[in-house]
């Protein structure tokens, strides 16, 4: 590890809610390096992000995860996160993509 080397990563943009008629922040993407790994950084990625989305008004912060990814599903889950429910009885959200051709 050095000083000067890049050690974790937040990828967000600012979106909007139109159930909740606010803003939401959406992490796109959220790394830190392997020889980082196991300090805390992606919490206190997350405790950076979640104070942004406060300043601005935000309603919520949002993410997709792999299903596989079982590391990062419980450093998410640590902070607060769960899966997306409207309604319990209509079930989870999906995140479904059509790719465009260039």
């Known amino acids: 590890m050095d000083n000067d ?7 967000c943009f600012e979106g909007f809610s139109t159930f909740a008629c606010q803003p939401l922040i959406n992490i796109h993407d959220i790394c830190v390096h392997k020889n980082y790994r196991g300090l805390g950084l992606s919490q206190k990625l997350l405790e950076k992000v979640e104070s942004i989305a406060k300043e601005r ?3 919520k ?3 997709e995860v792999l299903s596989n990814n079982d590391v990062a599903k419980a450093a998410y889950k640590k902070f607060g996160f769960s899966s997306y429910e409207l309604d319990p009885e209509a079930g989870s959200a999906v995140f479904w993509q059509k790719a465009l051709d260039a």
């Open 5 to 11: 080397s890049p050690a974790a990563l937040a990828n």
């Open 57 to 59: 008004g935000c309603c």
């Open 61 to 63: 912060i949002t993410l």
